[in-house]
């Protein structure tokens, strides 16, 4: 069964750091694309940080400099590295692979994580004094 479960959110202070992750099963992430993406609260789902298999990386302007999208292949875990937090990133955070769509096509032409190959639940992220 193909499954991505992700963990790691939480309640943090603005300026603060978390680190989401994303564990793949029935499945080799090093052969997938992989992005996160995130919905906030009355917003349209963002594709903020993406990773193709062939390492290119792509950000969203709203994280980049702050977010880290990064690969453990031992673990078959994709992390998403997030510095310097804003109440602004305050959101359902979800990560989603994909077979075919390189890393900016993934992060920026996908409207929803069901068109993809598989995707999380997601986890709350919550940015807040």
């Known amino acids: 069964q193909v499954q991505l479960v992700e963990s790691g959110g939480g309640l943090v202070q603005p300026g603060g750091s978390l680190r989401l992750s994303c564990v793949a099963s029935?499945?080799?992430?090093?052969?997938?694309?992989i992005g996160w993406f995130r919905q906030g609260p009355g917003k349209e789902r963002e594709g903020g940080s993406c990773?193709?298999?062939?390492?290119?990386?792509f950000y969203a302007d709203s994280v980049k400099g702050r977010f880290t999208i990064s690969r453990d292949s031992a673990k078959n875990t994709v992390y998403l590295q997030m510095n310097s937090l804003k109440p602004e990133d305050t959101a359902v955070y979800y990560c989603?692979?994909?077979?075919?769509?390189?890393?900016?096509?993934?992060?920026?032409?996908?409207?929803?994580?069901?068109?993809?190959?598989?995707w999380g639940q997601g986890t709350q992220v919550t940015v807040s004094s």
């Open positions: 029935g499945f080799t992430l090093d052969y997938y694309n």
């Open positions: 990773s193709g298999r062939n390492g290119d990386t």
């Open positions: 989603a692979a994909d077979f075919t769509l390189i890393a900016q096509a993934l992060c920026v032409t996908t409207s929803d994580v069901s068109e993809l190959d598989a």
